[in-house]
């Protein structure tokens, strides 16, 4: 089981950049393909990017590409995935959400359904 913290969320103006962590607790991190989505206010959430159990391949949503990139630390005392967003717009404004995938050998995926942990969020907001 994989238990999983976000950080880093904040107020910036659009243009700027915010790099979101989340730290992962368990002993078999490296094992799991890890994802970010966000959900904002009412609507359905939504893949941002996602990252395979090694690193070596990721998938990004259409909206970000060449924006942000997202990248992990598969260490015993840093389990960390983590998204850098660069040249942010009011519309990335949202709560993002990591989460994890075990199985499927450790691909990634950007399919909601396809994770089994997630955690709590942290908010990103984009001022114009």
């Known amino acids: 089981q994989v238990h999983l913290v976000e950080s880093g969320g904040g107020l910036v103006q659009a243009g700027g950049s915010l790099r979101l962590s989340c730290a992962a607790s368990?002993?078999?991190?490296?094992?799991?393909?890890m994802g970010w989505f966000r959900q904002a206010p009412g609507k359905e959430r939504e893949f941002v990017a996602a990252?395979?159990?090694?690193?070596?391949?990721?998938?990004?949503a259409d909206s970000v590409k060449g924006r942000f990139t997202i990248s992990r630390e598969n260490a015993q005392d840093t389990n960390t995935v983590y998204l850098q967003m660069n040249s942010l717009k009011p519309e990335d404004t949202t709560v993002y959400y990591c989460a994890a995938r075990w199985g499927s050998w450790g691909a990634p995926s950007a399919l909601e359904s396809e994770y089994a942990y997630w955690g709590q969020g942290t908010q990103v907001t984009v001022s114009s």
């Open positions: 368990g002993r078999t991190f490296y094992n799991y393909a």
């Open positions: 990252i395979a159990w090694n690193g070596g391949s990721t998938l990004y």
